[in-house]
């Protein structure tokens, strides 16, 4: 399309005519690529082209080639000029080209016959056509990013920006841990879960650090590319990072929200004041030229700070307690245990310690609360015209507490975190049609989970249970029916590294342009998920001979048997848990970009992936039984387990796209690729689906110091001697294992799409997107038993197929064995629709609209278990993420002086919103704790036997009695448990929860204190109608009078008064800009 502004095109002064269009670079960067005309439209041979960044002054000169050709590739973000020079032909210089994150200017040049030495300037289009990817990518520029107000100052919210993202965190129907994420091209992917290292959530989903939103030049979401694109099947989540220019630039900010401006929250109870909520996000950036021309710099430094009130209440065994239980053992003769009274210093003694013994006797004022200090550097060095090399830092720290499980503040559950991200990118135009990038780079990604105070020296207090490394010390967990409970959080956690290794040459002959190369990845991970390695303690009030004992509360006859020493059940997990774990991948690739016709190109390559299968520095195991060196319990490990599994070398991915300009405002687009995925490590190291099974192929009880999870109950504690000596291993021991036949898990991903160019603005273009998922990696219990009546242990292990085995000596103490495998499958099909404008009479939007549907036979891999095991696709049906309908936008509007007079105050005013509504999520109505199949698996789902929404109004109720407020979704008596040793009928995802929108706003004043310097007030209102979102209802107990309802709000869980749709606040901040 024409690039001349109207009004000379109108003036037919301008013989030259520039065609812009949009290619895929399938990189953190971009670039500029096309050919060079005459105006009959005869290819123009070996032409002088020269590029030089508006902003860095940085300048590189090529040659078209001998049929005219020219590529820039991996360019630096920013904007650009293109100068094109040929004897005998009028020189034409474009200015204004956006060279954006994975995409290429295809710029076509017309030149004009001319014998005067003269140099037309014309502008690139604010937006254009892509008239030869086949690529879905959207780009969130720097305005947008700069002025879309984020909730938390989370760049992760950007991506619900995109058209195909639900608010169930789908891109596509993939999993929702089937993305990759990177920063600057380096991977920034934890792979323990294969989330987003940066801004990851700690203590719930507030972010442990926070990258911030001022270094962010352009972020980047790619689906369905060609074959750069790799490691993962659901799509590239790519962040640019801001670089320094000839001009000193940067920012000064404060922003600061607190609970006075704050809704109040529906839930709350009608006695409760408004929960306090504080929350402050402050720094600074600033960036230029080192050596103008030459080497630049750019830092930024964030902090946030934020606390949230408790509300909660707890019981504490205060001395009115303590008094009612002694009496209890003085009236039955039983001594009060030293040990216990020893002990009992671990609780507080609340906040009324002489009061009465009721319950809600202690609160504890210390809030939730948080902090992360985060930073960035990054330098940029023009070595000459052909190389430039740049460097990248980030450096996140942070702290969390929260009260998860107890009110007790020296259990609150404490996650340090340590977030960092480096890379070096060098890049070399070794000739005109040939370059070169490489880059390396480091991510470590560390947090643990541990009680706030884990010093306590437990033996010191007489309470032997074997642990005497101080790494280990802090209070086991103690349960004391109706009390509150200590030691909440064992240690847990993980310290991980990778190791990223990136080459990709670009070569442009003819009508192709060809980029090929490769991708290696190491991993390591210290695993330090040490479940009940202090010991559990469970105390009833049924040990005692007060047990039956009338008139008399269940707290206080289980602080009895505590005083008493009386344990009803206790656990221990023995034997070293730590692991180091280790993984390695590499993949080769080869595209080409192929222009068939100047309407026609085409895209296609492969791309070859290869995941190394897990090793440990630690003992692992597997189950094959009869295999070399399997040990009594079947399990195979050391040097007799050659590989955890089989080594997956065929993984060979094919892409194919093309792109069709149909008309002049007109382009039709489609592509088809498989997509390998790189498995996370926790459904193999941290699966607890609640069976029994052993958490992880570390979790064996195998080798030289197995593995076992003992357990003793009925017994008196005693003053230094260990509980544990001498216990019984359980009857039955669960196992954990991999597939023998374990393949790599693969996406197939194809669209159909078209783009129309309604004006120089704006572009409108509807898609059908589809993908499926095949060998996607699913759990399952290959030792379930038979659906039967017994439930017991002696029950449930004759009917378990591995009982009879022949070759494994203890076959019938085996009880869930869970196998993660390569089976799941998945599909999703969808209609979308997006539009989009650009600096349109100061407006600049994006709106989306998906219809979406996606089904499978499981959705995840932890924690993930079928109701059976023996007919896991029976499954089959809405996915956990599955949304039917998603709208998504956003606006940028900078309005138009007021009138002509006081600019301080008539000039600057800026508005923005950023909008997010979809329909419910599904879930299933199971039967919690219930065993009712007899298979051990306790995943039954309930018989629907009715109307679950019969008579339900949906809104808001407020007891009467000053009880919880609640809204009714679902009636308990529509549901009833299946028949002893059946499966209930009601399908797998069949219900849907309450829909979601959220609209948040800002209003902006600018005002300018010299030139070049602008303040800036801004005011963000979060939930700006303040609707209620509420969360899926619970549906633990069919007969409990608190089914179905639901009593919060959809991130209060995770992010209360913070997260996303939470009820409406404001926040207000201010922020210099120069």
Known sequence: ?????????????????????????????????????????????????????????????????????YSLQDLPLGLYSVTVEAPGFQSTKIDGIAVRPGQ?????????????????????????????????????????????????????????????????????????????????????NDIWQNGAAANQGGVGSIAGVTLPIDAIDQFTVQSQGNAEVGRNGGGLISLAIKSGTNHLHGSAYYFNRNEFFAARSPFLLSTTRKTKLRNQQFGGSIGGPIIKDKLFFFTNYERQKYLIQNTGSATEPTTAYVNAATALLTANSVAVNPLSLSVLSLWPQGNKPSGPATAGNYFDPRPQSGYSDNAIGKIDWTISPKQSLSARAF??????????????????????????????????????????????????????????????????????TGVTSPSLFGAPTINISGLDTVGQTQPLGRKDYTGHLTDTATYAFGKHVV????????????????????????????????????GVGTDVKALADYLAGYVASSSFTQGTLRRGIYNKAFDLFGQDQYQVFPTLTLNYGVRYTYNGP???????????????????????????????????????????GFSYQAASKLVVRGTYG????????????????????????????????????????????????????????????????????????????FNLNTQYQLSRNTIVQLSYVGSLGRRLFRLVDINQARPGAGTTTAALQPRRPYYTATNITNAKTIAAINQIESEGTSNYHSFQAMVRTSNFHGLTAQGSYTLGHALDVVSGTRGFAPQDSANP??????????????????????????????????????????????????????????????????????????????????????????????????????????????????????????????????????????????????????????????????????????????????????????????????????????
């Open 614 to 656: 897990f090793t440990s520095d630690g003992v692992v195991s597997d189950f094959r039984p009869g295999a070399a060196g399997a040990d009594a319990y079947g399990l195979v490990s050391g040097s007799s387990l050659s590989s955890i599994y089989p080594q997956n070398k065929t993984n060979v991915a094919p892409r194919f």
């Open 104 to 188: 290429i200017y295809s710029l076509n040049i017309k030149l004009a016959v001319s014998s005067r030495s003269e140099v037309v300037d014309v502008s690139a289009a604010a937006v254009t056509l892509d008239t030869v990817s086949s690529t879905n990518n959207s780009v969130v520029n720097d305005k947008a990013v700069a002025n879309i107000p984020l909730n938390g100052r989370d760049f992760t919210q950007l991506v619900k920006i995109v058209p195909g993202y639900n608010g169930a965190g789908s891109l596509n129907g993939t999993r929702t841990n089937q993305n990759n994420y990177q920063i600057d091209g380096a991977d920034n």
């Open 674 to 749: 498989i997509y390998f995925d790189v498995p996370n490590f926790n459904g193999f190291f941290d699966n607890r689906p609640g069976n029994g099974g052993a958490a992880g192929v570390q979790a064996n009880p195998t080798g030289a110091t197995p593995v076992l999870n003992l357990s003793r109950a009925s017994y008196q504690w005693l003053t230094g001697v260990n509980p544990f000596v001498g216990a019984s291993i359980p009857a039955a021991l669960g196992l954990s294992t991999i597939s023998p036949n374990f393949r790599t898990a693969y996406v197939q991903n």
């Open 515 to 550: 980029r090929f190369g490769g991708e290696f990845r190491r991993n390591y991970m210290d695993l330090q998920y040490q479940r009940n390695v202090r010991g559990t303690f469970n105390f009833t009030g049924t040990a005692g001979p007060w047990a039956s004992t009338t």
């Open 873 to 1074: 696709n029976a499954e089959y049906g809405n996915a956990d993420f599955d949304v039917r309908h998603t709208f998504n936008g956003y606006i940028v509007y900078e309005a138009p002086q007021i009138g002509h007079s006081l600019p301080v105050l008539t000039k600057g005013w800026q508005g923005n919103a950023f909008v997010t509504a979809f329909t419910g999520t599904p879930f299933s109505v199971k039967l919690g704790s219930v065993d009712n199949s007899g298979t051990g698996e306790f995943q039954d789902r309930a018989n629907q036997i009715g109307d679950p929404k019969a008579g339900l109004t949906r809104q808001l109720v407020t007891p009467s009695n000053g009880g919880t407020p609640y809204v009714q979704w679902l009636t308990g008596s529509s549901f009833s448990a299946a028949t002893q040793g059946t499966f209930g009928t009601s399908r797998r995802n069949a219900y849907r929860g309450p829909a979601f929108a959220t609209v948040d706003a800002s209003l902006v004043k600018n005002t300018q204190l010299r030139a070049g310097v602008n303040f800036q007030l801004r005011a963000e209102m979060f939930n700006l109608f303040n609707r209620i979102n509420l969360a899926n209802p619970g549906t633990g107990t069919l007969s409990s009078s608190t089914f179905g309802r639901s009593t919060n709000t959809r991130n209060n869980g995770g992010a209360p008064g913070i997260g996303p749709g939470e009820p409406f606040n404001v926040q207000f901040a201010g922020k210099i800009i120069f």
């Open 1 to 69: 399309m024409s690039l001349f502004s109207r009004h000379v095109r109108l003036a037919l002064l301008v013989p030259a005519l520039a065609i812009v269009q949009m290619a895929s670079a399938q990189t953190f960067r971009g670039g500029i690529a096309g050919t060079v005309q005459d105006s009959t439209g005869s290819l123009i041979a070996n032409v002088k082209i020269t590029l030089v960044g508006t902003d860095t002054g940085s300048s590189r000169q090529i040659t078209s080639s001998s049929s005219g050709d």
């Open 395 to 464: 450096i996140g720290t942070g702290r969390q507490f929260a009260a998860v499980g107890t009110n007790i503040f020296d259990y609150y559950q404490v996650a340090p975190d340590i977030t960092q991200n480096f890379t070096a990118t060098h890049n070399w135009a070794i000739t005109d049609h040939f370059s070169n990038q490489l880059l390396a780079g480091v991510g470590v990604f560390n947090q643990t989970f541990n009680d706030e105070n884990h010093s306590q020296n437990i033996p010191a207090l007489g309470l032997n």
